[in-house]
């Protein structure tokens, strides 16, 4: 069983930055990868980035590439999602999820095991 708990988001101006955390617990975390959500109202949810547990690689949707960093600190079983020059349109309900998840289907949200809660990120124009 693997437990998530996101926090981090907050109400920010256009062009602020924002870290978002992700706690992680479980036994068998190094088997997976670390995805990132969000959910605008109204919209499906929509793949953000994702970090393997056990390595250093990272994928971005083009829509935050470039702003947005995923890292993690293994010892703390935390990952981060370092938010920069963030728009209205980044306005949404923040997830991490934790699943067997390979390359080429990071964005399969049907794929990742577990969910957090959610954290709730606001960018005001």
């Known amino acids: 069983q693997v437990h998530l708990a996101e926090s981090g988001g907050g109400l920010v101006q256009a062009g602020a930055s924002l870290r978002l955390s992700c706690a992680a617990s479980?036994?068998?975390?190094?088997?997976?990868?670390m995805g990132w959500f969000r959910q605008a109202p109204g919209q499906e949810r929509e793949f953000v980035g994702a970090v393997r547990w056990s390595a250093d690689s990272t994928y971005y949707a083009d829509s935050v590439k470039g702003r947005f960093t995923i890292s993690r600190d293994n010892a703390k079983n935390t990952v981060y999602l370092q938010m920069n020059i963030l728009k209205p349109e980044d306005t949404a309900l923040y997830y991490c999820?934790?699943?067997?998840?390979?390359?080429?289907?990071?964005?399969?949200?049907?794929?990742?095991?577990?969910w957090g809660q959610g954290t709730q990120v606001t960018v005001s124009s």
């Open positions: 999820a934790a699943g067997p998840v390979y390359s080429g289907r990071y964005e399969t949200a049907g794929l990742y095991s577990y």
């Open positions: 479980g036994s068998t975390l190094m088997l997976y990868t």
